[in-house]
């Protein structure tokens, strides 16, 4: 490989809070715009990514062109374009249909990829989009890429984020492309394997008394719910944490993989930009009130089964979270999706435990309300599945990425409590850009 003083150059379309965007640039990319219609999700992605252009309008009113110019990239050749059209239109989740008008999301995204001519691409999907009739779309997403110059890898996977280090089963399909003359990359190899049913307890001392390294080749165990979260303090403990999301608190010992998203194990093969944040701060864990008759459910509910009343999951402290999901939007009836229950205490898991099931640093800041930090994490792709895919792309370009000099501060905390009308404003988008939920 080649050496790179300069890092390559990526622009994530239908960004959300920026699952992607992290990843990418974890495996060393600088993704210098970052397009989301949604004010919220956009204000959100701004606080976590401030040194780089976040663009919040619709992809279906966006150029190549415009990408360029209200960013840093100018008329500079783009390395790799990736993104998520919205999939509810192809979710295995309730009905699909073809003629869903979010599933022309999905050529909108072809239609930006070709005007902005990266020299990769990829795209992110549900693995419904691989079943029965919706495979047509799929393929003429491959017809219309190889038509216009594009190579595209036939043979689609779909990848479990519990394969390379993600606490979750979670499994999307991934479809990756090049301009005719480069070389093709390939998919990711599995990096971990399931845990095991067995108590773990590999703690920071312990790790750095063997000399664990952060990367290992040998397959190690995916991280189960206990490794992902018990170290984080429980929120019942904590009366501040009913009217506001933050909480100075104390945590418990981390394991190797807690250890790495509390910034406390340098992460050899981690290439985003270092951030100012207080290690001692409980952050995005606004408790949830529950009945009495809830909580006794809940506490009655075995690990690895689910409540009776509300089918919500009550995870295993020695396996893996079931998918997160995101719910829907305010246009479509602003449903909750079921959160999973706590493994020890009779409550719903909170925004920062989900984060940690979905592999986002403690550092990454979600909305302060609930119901918009779950729908930002259901709705993303986890980083660290993103980062495997990105690094297959790295490779491809023979680059050997490199690590920023910087540390960036926090921004205003603002932009993580609009509400959806200040949003709108700070955006600059017309009010209600974004449809409110209709009442019967």
Request: charged share 25%; hydrophobic share 35%; glycine share 6%.
């Amino acid at each position: 490989m080649a050496s790179s003083k300069c890092r390559p150059i990526a622009v994530d379309l239908f960004a959300g809070a920026g699952g992607k965007t992290l990843g990418f640039a974890q495996a060393g990319f600088d993704v210098l715009a970052a397009v989301e219609f949604d004010p919220i999700h956009a204000s959100v992605h701004e606080y976590n990514f401030p040194f780089w252009k976040t663009i919040c309008q619709s992809v279906t009113d966006t150029t190549g062109r415009e990408i360029r110019e209200k960013s840093a990239i100018g008329d500079r050749d783009i390395d790799v374009v990736f993104g998520g059209p919205p999939c509810q239109g192809f979710s295995l989740m309730g009905k699909r249909y073809l003629d869903d008008n979010r599933n022309s999301l999905v050529f909108h995204f072809i239609r930006l990829v070709l005007d902005l001519k990266p020299k990769f691409f990829v795209m992110e999907n549900v693995r419904g989009m691989t079943v029965g009739k919706h495979k047509e779309v799929l393929r003429n997403v491959i017809k219309t890429f190889q038509k216009h110059g594009y190579q595209v890898r036939e043979n689609y996977q779909v990848l479990n984020a519990a394969d390379y280090g993600v606490p979750q089963n979670r499994r999307r399909l991934f479809l990756i492309g090049c301009r005719q003359g480069l070389n093709l990359p390939d998919y990711p190899e599995v990096l971990t394997r399931p845990p095991s049913k067995k108590k773990i307890e590999t703690s920071v001392k312990s790790a750095v008394r063997k000399k664990v390294k952060s990367t290992n080749s040998h397959l190690p165990q995916t991280p189960n719910v206990q490794e992902a979260i018990s170290d984080i303090p429980e929120v019942n403990l904590y009366p501040e944490l009913e009217h506001r999301d933050w909480v100075k608190a104390d945590y418990g010992q981390p394991s190797l993989y807690a250890g790495r998203l509390r910034n406390l194990i340098l992460i050899e093969d981690d290439y985003a930009y270092p951030r100012e944040y207080n290690p001692k701060l409980l952050t995005c864990s606004r408790r949830t009130k529950h009945t009495a008759k809830t909580i006794a459910r809940f506490a009655a509910t075995n690990p690895g089964k689910s409540d009776r009343i509300s089918h919500f999951h009550r995870l295993d402290l020695n396996g893996l979270c079931n998918t997160l999901r995101a719910g829907t939007a305010s246009n479509r009836g602003a449903y909750t999706s079921p959160r999973p229950i706590h493994p020890i205490t009779p409550r719903c898991i909170t925004v920062r435990e989900a984060a940690r099931l979905h592999s986002y640093p403690d550092w990454f800041m979600f909305h302060a309300t609930k119901w918009h930090g779950f729908r930002q994490i259901g709705n993303s792709v986890p980083p660290l599945l993103a980062k495997a895919v990105a690094r297959q792309i790295i490779n491809a370009l023979e680059i050997i990425p490199t690590k920023p000099a910087r540390k960036h501060n926090s921004v205003s905390r603002e932009l993580l409590q609009f509400k959806m009308t200040q949003a709108e404003a700070y955006h600059n988008l017309e009010r209600r850009a974004i449809a409110r939920r209709i009442v019967k």
